[in-house]
């Protein structure tokens, strides 16, 4: 069973990008036990949480940790990009493909729903960060993390990346891309809860 989608999340770091309804991180935390619980009291042995935003990972992580299940039931989260190989995660995510509002993200959302999307106000931006001694990614976590609005200082429009070629079919085979790819994930977890000791998992 796919469960309906929890709206709202943690998005500090957009906070001066006009409306955002960001939540706050005890707020999703509470959220996501009550879901988790509220599954499991009703006999499903199995709950996965998938994240579709890098900011509420962690959160989502540690809470379902916290959480204490009946002796034969387990949940876990993933980031829909977890499952990816690495040098397949590299043509969507990182210095090269773009961060956030890019081709990638863009054409998702144009195979949704392509009125939700103005392609001719479609930004092609790249912030201009500090020369780094490591990588942007190294920094991510730290400063955008820890700092509420930070998306606007680095970028004028949101987006981090070019985002003027993308189509709803490009949206579609990456969905196509990261739905195989989460499945996969998804049995790799199984496989390693039935490995290792201490939970019973039906196949």
Do not use: C
């Not at 773009?98 to 912030?127: C, F, K, Q, R, Y």
Request: proline share 5%; net charge negative; no cysteine.
């Amino acid at each position: 069973m796919v469960a309906p989608p929890i709206a709202f999340g943690l998005s500090d770091d957009h906070r001066s990008a006009g409306v955002v309804i960001s939540l706050r991180m005890n707020t999703l935390s509470i959220l996501v036990k009550d879901v988790v619980l509220a599954l499991s009291d009703q006999g499903f042995l199995e709950i996965i949480t998938v994240n579709g935003h890098y900011t509420n990972a962690w959160t989502i992580l540690h809470s379902i940790n916290e959480v204490q299940l009946p002796k034969g039931t387990i949940s876990f989260g993933m980031n829909y990009w977890d499952g990816l190989p690495q040098k397949q995660a590299a043509d969507f995510f990182g210095m090269k493909a773009g961060m956030h509002a890019h081709h990638p993200e863009t054409a998702s959302v144009l195979a949704i729903d392509e009125s939700l999307v103005d392609m001719d106000a479609a930004p092609n931006e790249w912030p201009a960060f500090p020369k780094m001694r490591t990588s942007v990614i190294t920094i991510l976590n730290s400063y955008f993390l820890s700092r509420p609005g930070s998306m606007a200082n680095v970028t004028e429009s949101g987006s981090w990346g070019d985002s003027t070629k993308a189509t709803a079919a490009d949206g579609e085979k990456l969905f196509e891309l990261f739905t195989r790819a989460t499945v996969n994930m998804i049995g790799d977890i199984e496989d390693t809860f039935r490995h290792f000791p201490g939970i019973e998992l039906k196949k």
